[in-house]
């Protein structure tokens, strides 16, 4: 029976802990290490693959035979069957044959790159971040991207994020690329770089909230109930680093209250986050509304150690030069984005349509026929 002593002993609690923590860091490190050897060994059989059918009169039963091959003799890895086989292939191809792989991509990845290389530095650093995201992860991307950079830009939003694969698949799916960065903001003018380029990569255009059902009439009230009732899927549609602070945060400026939508922390900005929701058009006075919501922010919220709050207008849809017009005079750091989501069928139509009840009868008996 172990002694009273040691266990009420906060020197060895203490010491039982950091081992602890030590060796959990020393699997994690274990595992990446495991992982990137992997990759890089997939990598140089893709490469062989490629040189092999390239080289050699072995035609389509080659991967079925070297997959056969190599199970026989390693029974325990299941990366040897011939449909992954097959991706090892494609996942080296897709590196190398892609068309629009520049310089602002990645230079074409050649097999001597990995994983060192005196020449080519880009590919180089291509292969290196590819060994570090999962073989499922490089699997998802190369399947769903169509260019080297797209298929880039996610493995580094993994790596940064440290997304999961069924996050990642969600991401590629709503289009993530397209929309990173895009919205008009007057940050450049209002915030100081590196602050600038930071705050416009936290925004998108536009913002996807799929995972909403609305009425076609919903009022901004009812999206603003629906996105906080999906607190978990909206954050992940902002992004990494925002932080849930509360919604309808009252100010009181002199003799009178306002309350504004939602107000978020950006963690890796380290300013206030305030987003106002707008059921139609953007319109020039949204601007200036939101303008004086961040005043009241920086003046009662806003600390020595935190950076200028930043505004996130976002509008059913806006015209983009009436935007620039009217960000263009405006001292405060403000984007504007649209918002996408998916509307319920009105009540005077829902009868129109069979229900998930009478599809299955309907499949039912179709089945007995």
Excluded at 24 to 37: F, I
Excluded at 109 to 122: A, F, M, R, V
Excluded at 135 to 158: M, P, Q
Aim: some cysteine; hydrophobic content about 35%; proline content about 4%.
């Amino acid at each position: 029976m172990m002694p009273d002593i040691i266990r009420s002993d906060e020197e060895y609690k203490s010491w039982i802990a950091e081992i602890k923590s030590r060796l959990r860091q020393a699997q994690l490190k274990a595992a990446v290490s495991v992982n990137t050897a992997l990759l890089e060994f997939y990598w140089q059989l893709g490469a062989e693959i490629v040189e092999k059918q390239k080289s050699a009169a072995w035609g389509s039963g080659f991967l079925k035979r070297l997959s056969h091959d190599l199970m026989a003799e390693f029974p325990e890895m299941k990366g040897f069957s011939e449909t992954n086989l097959r991706f090892i292939r494609r996942w080296y191809l897709f590196y190398n044959e892609d068309p629009s792989n520049s310089v602002t991509g990645c230079d074409r990845i050649e097999h001597g790159d990995l994983p060192d290389t005196s020449g080519d530095k880009n590919g180089a650093q291509a292969v290196h971040l590819l060994t570090e995201i999962p073989w499922g992860h490089n699997r998802v991307i190369i399947s769903k991207c169509s260019t080297v950079d797209e298929a880039l830009f996610y493995v580094r939003k993994t790596i940064e994020n440290n997304w999961s694969r069924n996050v990642l698949t969600h991401q590629i799916e709503s289009r993530l690329y397209e929309r990173d960065g895009r919205a008009i903001t007057n940050f450049s003018s209002a915030l100081p770089a590196p602050q600038s380029d930071l705050a416009q990569q936290i925004l998108k255009d536009p913002y996807k909230f799929d995972f909403l059902s609305l009425s076609p009439e919903y009022t901004e009230r009812e999206l603003e109930k629906g996105l906080i009732e999906h607190i978990t899927q909206f954050l992940l549609e902002l992004g990494s680093g925002f932080a849930y602070v509360g919604k309808q945060k009252m100010l009181k400026v002199g003799e009178r209250e306002f309350f504004i939508d939602l107000l978020f922390y950006h963690t890796r900005l380290h300013c206030y986050v305030v987003i106002e929701l707008k059921t139609g058009d953007f319109e020039p006075e949204y601007a200036g509304k939101l303008n004086f919501y961040l005043k009241a922010v920086d003046a009662q919220l806003k600390t020595e150690k935190d950076e200028p709050t930043v505004g996130i207008l976002l509008c059913k849809s806006h015209d983009a030069l009436v935007v620039e017009y009217a960000l263009s005079d405006i001292k405060k750091p403000i984007g504007v984005s649209e918002y996408d989501l998916v509307t319920s069928l009105p009540e005077d139509l829902k009868d129109s349509f069979p229900t998930v009840e009478q599809l299955e009868e309907e499949l039912r008996r179709l089945d007995e026929q």
